[in-house]
């Protein structure tokens, strides 16, 4: 039971030096878990938490729009692993930030939604900007929670608990005025303990199925990222002789230097039928934390009943999207490490088809021409630091990138998979920036861009280092093209031009435009060298993504 000791039982002096407000059990709370910084726009509904947030060491950073807010907390996570957090005022804010929400539930991230809201008294005769913010977010995120007097801390050490288990998502928390303002006791802060490494007790099958394989392959996806067991995976790789294919959150995992992988599947036909056969000649699939949310319908059903697949996986969807012959679920590292230190297979795959794919990958990728957009991604690649962190605006660029685009690490490429919507690369760059003080790459197509052009000023304001690579095509490009694959009229897909290097300059940071690639070499090793933000707008042909992916 929860033992506070009552502000009646205790003098008055005593009394007010104790006192605190809703808000600021909450925020202590928020800081105990690892929140380092708040994103939003405040309104007057939750100016006692901005207060309260700022007090207990939480940064509170401004952003223009709520959806851009939550895609800055969800950069700043990857990079640092701080909790994301997103505040929103009743009613607009709210409304603004549900593509956000979505998005962190379907591409797994523990995003902590705090929203402010009117008392339930005034809201039953009061209908300004007043809506049912639960009924709104219950089917986006995990949990909501309304906070009430005496229920401060405790709300949160429940989300915080939802938010990190299985795989992570949302939990909104609606926060009343009074509850936030009112006066209450100063509490003990609760550590929330992080989801246990727990792994199923009898491993006996999987580790007869891995012994009889002779050409076993691994498929590595989402799961292993959020748990940080890149250590895992190796040790199965080696103890296997398993070639890797990863989804491209799982990009890096395995720097894809290693020639143990073979890349990355998710989007692009073109990929997928040139890796095909290591789906059909592999006598066992082993599926490491693979979340096919990622996935395009091609990866419905990809191989035939009977094939014996190994599933691992942090939480049991019931998504229908493959069969499996055996599912383990719990902590994945730990189920991979269980299996690979019994593990020791010796000639898998002796015909090296794991090998050629590989090369048949990079060579089905490799720039046609000297520009274009694989042009511009290969010679970002070149100059780009070791370790740079990138991130992909949804487009036609975007399923190129994540082909052509090696990773060095885990959590080096961001990107939308599970929602895949626009408008998220700028954010997320700039929250991966504000967490290493490094300069981060973003991707963005011109529409892409267009729809988040405020968030210049939020990296003038901060001095961020991001480097912005615009493809300028003028067009939905992604769009057009399955209009001519389906025989339809062009329609709704075209824009007129922007002057992206003159608006850059003119939101406090440097442009250029760029039709070349010596002018793009030379532009982003500069653009790598500055302390603020460059915008290379990149003028491509939108022909160029024809048959690309």
Excluded at 59 to 69: Q, S
Excluded at 442 to 467: N, Q, Y
Aim: hydrophobic share 45%; proline share 6%; charged share 20%.
């Amino acid at each position: 039971m929860r033992q506070d000791t009552s502000l009646t039982e205790m003098t008055p002096k005593a009394a007010e030096a104790a006192c605190v407000r809703g808000a600021d059990l909450m925020a202590q709370q928020l800081a105990a878990a690892g929140a380092t910084h708040a994103f939003g726009i405040p309104g007057g509904e939750v100016l006692a938490l901005v207060d309260a947030l700022e007090r207990a060491g939480i940064r509170f950073l401004l952003a223009k729009h709520e959806n851009a807010a939550g895609f800055m907390a969800e950069g700043l996570w990857h990079a640092t692993g701080g909790l994301p957090v997103l505040v929103a005022t009743l009613g607009p804010g709210v409304a603004n930030a549900v593509n956000v929400v979505a998005n962190a539930r379907q591409d797994r991230v523990p995003l902590i939604f705090i929203t402010g809201c009117v008392d339930q008294a005034l809201a039953e005769s009061y209908t300004h900007q007043i809506f049912d913010h639960q009924a709104v977010l219950r089917p986006l995120v995990k949990a909501s929670f309304r906070a009430a007097q005496g229920t401060e801390d405790l709300v949160v050490q429940k989300a915080l608990a939802i938010a990190g288990s299985g795989r992570p998502g949302p939990v909104h928390i609606d926060l009343p005025i009074a509850v936030a303002e009112a006066k209450t006791v100063q509490r003990a802060v609760q550590i929330v303990k992080p989801p246990d490494n727990s792994a199923p007790t009898d491993l006996s099958f999987a580790r007869e199925m891995i012994a009889t394989a002779k050409r076993p392959l691994v498929i590595a996806g989402l799961d292993l990222v959020n748990e940080g067991s890149a250590a895992a995976l190796d040790l199965f790789l080696t103890r296997t002789g398993a070639p890797l294919l990863t989804t491209y959150k799982a990009k890096g995992l395995v720097p894809e230097s290693d020639p143990r992988v073979i890349g990355g599947v998710g989007l692009s036909p073109r990929a997928d039928a040139l890796v095909r056969p290591l789906l059909d000649e592999a006598d066992l699939v082993v599926l490491a934390g693979y979340d096919p949310i990622e996935m395009r319908q091609g990866w419905r059903n990809p191989w035939p009943t009977g094939k014996r697949v190994i599933d691992i996986v942090a939480e049991d969807v019931h998504h229908g999207m493959h069969s499996a012959t055996l599912l383990l679920e719990g902590h994945v590292g730990t189920i991979l490490s269980r299996l690979g230190e019994e593990a020791m297979l010796d000639g898998t795959w002796p015909d090296g088809r794991p090998a050629a794919i590989r090369a048949a990958l990079s060579e089905a990728f490799a720039p046609p021409s000297d520009w274009g957009p694989h042009a511009v991604i290969d010679i970002l690649r070149e100059v780009a630091p070791v370790k740079t962190i990138v991130t992909a605006d949804s487009g036609a660029h975007r399923i190129l990138l994540s082909q052509m685009w090696r990773s060095d690490g885990p959590r080096r490429l961001l990107q939308s998979t599970g929602l895949c919507t626009m408008g998220c690369a700028l954010p997320l760059a700039t929250g991966a920036a504000l967490g290493t003080g490094q300069p981060t790459l973003c991707f963005v197509g011109d529409a892409g861009l267009e729809m988040v052009l405020g968030e210049l000023a939020t990296l003038r304001d901060l001095a961020l280092p991001v480097v912005l690579v615009v493809f300028v095509d003028e067009s939905l490009g992604l769009i057009a093209l399955k209009q001519r694959q389906l025989g339809l009229a062009r329609a709704a897909v075209d824009f007129g031009g922007t002057d992206f290097a003159a608006i850059a300059g003119a939101m406090g940071g440097h442009g250029s435009t760029i039709s070349n690639p010596d002018s793009l070499r030379r532009e982003a090793r500069a653009a790598f060298q500055r302390s603020g933000f460059t915008v290379l707008a990149c003028r491509i042909d939108a022909g160029s993504y024809e048959g690309a992916f």
